[in-house]
């Protein structure tokens, strides 16, 4: 796989952010620009993820414990590197304190999902035009609470 790092990023200061969303979300997946930039990133948290020095992927983490904007530049589909950055983002969530997580899946990446643990919880729905499933993830000790 490579030099794998993942760090946290700030928005403001990273350009690769907005480089990596523009090219999976508004270039590839035809998402109106108006729609993928919104006033959650300045006070999201950041993940930037890199393969041999080379920012290839990205997801940011809200205060309320919503996973989004999680995209991979094509070079890094298909290595198993998602679920490394989702695998980090879901333990800084944990580090946080948060218990409960939520996303916005595509209905493409549902089993991605399903594989890290998370669970649909709603019917199909466009979102910008693509089908998405709301989804949620609880911590072992959540679980055990239910």
């Not at 480089?19 to 999976?24: A, D, G, N």
């Not at 969530?93 to 409960?100: E, F, K, R, V």
Request: hydrophobic share 40%; with cysteine.
């Amino acid at each position: 796989m490579g030099d794998v790092q993942i760090r946290i990023a700030d928005w403001n200061a990273t350009p690769a952010l907005r480089s990596i969303r523009q090219t999976v979300f508004i270039d590839e997946q035809q998402v109106p620009p108006e729609l993928e930039w919104d006033a959650e990133d300045v006070g999201a948290t950041h993940f930037l993820m890199t393969l041999e020095q080379q920012s290839v992927g990205t997801a940011r983490l809200l205060a309320n414990g919503r996973i989004g904007r999680v995209a991979l530049l094509v070079p890094a589909r298909g290595k198993g590197l998602g679920h490394v950055l989702m695998r980090a983002v879901m333990a800084h969530a944990q580090q946080a304190g948060m218990t409960c997580l939520t996303l916005s899946a595509q209905t493409h990446a549902l089993e991605f999902y399903r594989q890290l643990g998370f669970e649909t919880c709603s019917d199909t729905y466009l979102d910008a035009g693509i089908p998405h499933q709301d989804m949620y993830w609880k911590t072992a000790d959540t679980q055990a609470d239910n």
